[in-house]
């Protein structure tokens, strides 16, 4: 019997897909994809201590704002989140394989 892994996005994908948003958003300074399990599968901006810690943080949020809108909206699916401070915000999409996260400047 053949086991299969999810698909893991290649550094290459990764790296364009970097180029379109800071292209487009200048404001980004890091980037991260996560796995659905809340692990960095890649990162861009910050140290890999950090895309760890930060990996961690998001799955929390994302895990419980994902239980919010089923019950909330009935059986809604989440697509984007969006957080603002007054240092920067926190930009969330996830996918089925990853979840795309970038940080931006206020």
């Given at each position: 019997m053949v086991t299969t892994m999810a698909a893991v996005p290649k550094r290459e994908v990764f790296e364009r897909i970097i180029q379109n948003i800071t292209s487009k958003f200048p404001d980004v300074y890091a980037a991260l994809f996560i796995s659905p399990e809340g692990f960095p599968i890649n990162s861009w901006g910050v140290t890999l201590e950090r895309a760890e810690e930060i990996s961690a943080l998001l799955s929390a949020l994302i895990g419980k704002t994902k239980e919010i809108i089923r019950q909330v909206k009935q059986g809604g699916e989440m697509q984007f989140i969006q957080i603002q401070s007054s240092?920067?915000?926190?930009?969330?999409?996830?996918?089925?394989?990853f979840i795309l996260v970038t940080m931006t400047k206020s």
């Amino acid at each position: 019997m053949v086991t299969t892994m999810a698909a893991v996005p290649k550094r290459e994908v990764f790296e364009r897909i970097i180029q379109n948003i800071t292209s487009k958003f200048p404001d980004v300074y890091a980037a991260l994809f996560i796995s659905p399990e809340g692990f960095p599968i890649n990162s861009w901006g910050v140290t890999l201590e950090r895309a760890e810690e930060i990996s961690a943080l998001l799955s929390a949020l994302i895990g419980k704002t994902k239980e919010i809108i089923r019950q909330v909206k009935q059986g809604g699916e989440m697509q984007f989140i969006q957080i603002q401070s007054s240092l920067g915000g926190i930009r969330i999409a996830p996918m089925d394989e990853f979840i795309l996260v970038t940080m931006t400047k206020s």
